[in-house]
Every structure is written in structure tokens, then in C-alpha cells.
């Protein structure tokens, strides 16, 4: 099975307009070092639709069926309208997630579902696996300071398990059952995006690294990586010191699950 990390950096994007770091400019001259805002995508699955929802997929130039989302965050579901190409449509998310979703399509293509488009809106429990046509989700709930509901998923399709964390705080590491569900995970996507972590935010390296290791996942992608963290080589550089099965992905990463 094939999985892509469409866009790898957090809310700003990499160059981040008018920021001088290192990151940002070498990003100016490299395209190879631009960082989108975070979606991934597996099997008509898409997960956030991200600002840059239409660079993803127009490149990816793939059908989407299925669409989850984290959190209402704008860097993970301002893209909403843009699946306004795709006629059939499940959205899955928590509440807020649905309600928000709901209203971007609403208010930019004239109703929850665009004219001559089938879209049906579910909302998923927190903290239970459900059945749904050809795979089973778990929505797991993460702390994440500023908005009140946020999560991650673990998809388990083709006797493969996926696990997307989602934007969280370290907390995740003492969250028994998020970390249940995930244990094992064919793959890991982890959120990475500062260099230390803040506390009900986000993880920071060591963290997210720590987190890899307590799922002991068959390989970790590690993604939403900010401007202001440590450059890739660094990055990859301590994944191969920590000796993780992974890498820190870039915009387009595909990885062989
Ligand atoms: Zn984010
Ligand atoms: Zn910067
Ligand atoms: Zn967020």
C-alpha cells in the first residue's frame, strides 16, 4: 500500500513570508526545501485538507473518497472547499471538526454539499474503534491548547494499521489509549514541529522521537515541522543517532506500507 505526505510543515509554511532563519531562506532557493502545510494521503484517504489543498492535489492527480479531519486549526482544514472536484465525499471527524467543515463548504460553495455533489458528514466518537466500508478507525483525543476538540486516527485497512497523531502536546505520551491503538502501527505519522516541546501544544524533537519509540511502529514519518525547527540533515541526523525506523519527510514523501 502506497501513503504520501503531501505537505510536511506546520501553520506558517516553510519559507514563512518575511522570516530571515535558516530554514526560510535556504527554502527561497531550494524548492526541495519548501514545507506545505500538513495532509497525507492513502487509498482515496485523505487526512487535514490544508490550506494548499490544491497544489496537493493537483500534483497527487488521485481520486479522494474519504476525507478525516485532526482538528479546525486553519493549517489542517482551510482546504475544504477545494474537494469541491469530487462528486461522492465522506467527511469524518469529531464535532467541531464536522460543524467547521459544514461551514467552510456553506459559506464558499452554497450548502454543506455543493450543488450535483453527494457529501455525507460523520461524526466519530473519541476513544472507540468503528467499522466503517473496508477498514476500521480509532479517533483518538490529543491535547492541543486553543481549540477544544483535537485528534489523532489509527486506520487499519488491509492488515496494515496507520497511525496520524495529529497536532499534540507531549501529553500524548501518557495517554494509554491513544498509545494502545497505535502500538505496533504498520506506520507512524508523527507531529514534529518545534525543536523542544510546549506543553499542550505540540511535540518537540526529543518527544516525538520518544513517541516512535513507545509505538514501536514498523517506520515513522515524522511531518508539521515548523521554520523554526533544526534543518533536515540535523533532523535526520538524530533519527539516525536515536536509531529510529523513519524519516523526517518532506513535501511528496511516499512511503511502501
Ligand atoms: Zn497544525
Ligand atoms: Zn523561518
Ligand atoms: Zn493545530
Redesign the pocket.
Known sequence: MKAVVLGSG??SGTPKPLCSCENCSRARINPALRRT??SFYFEGILVDPSPDLHYHLERLNKKVEGVFIT?A?F??IAGFPELQVFKELDVYSHGQGVEMAKRLASLFLGGAAPDNREWRYHRLPFNEWVELEGMRVFHFRTVHRSIENSGGFVFELKGKRIAVT??TGPEILGDKDALRAMEGADLLVA?M?HRESIPGV?LGVREAIALARKVGAGYTVFA?ISHSNYTHEVLEKRLREAKIEGEVARDFTWIEV
Open positions: 506546520s501553520y502545510r500538513f482538528h486549526h493549517d489542517h495529529g497536532d507531529e514541529t505540540h508539521h
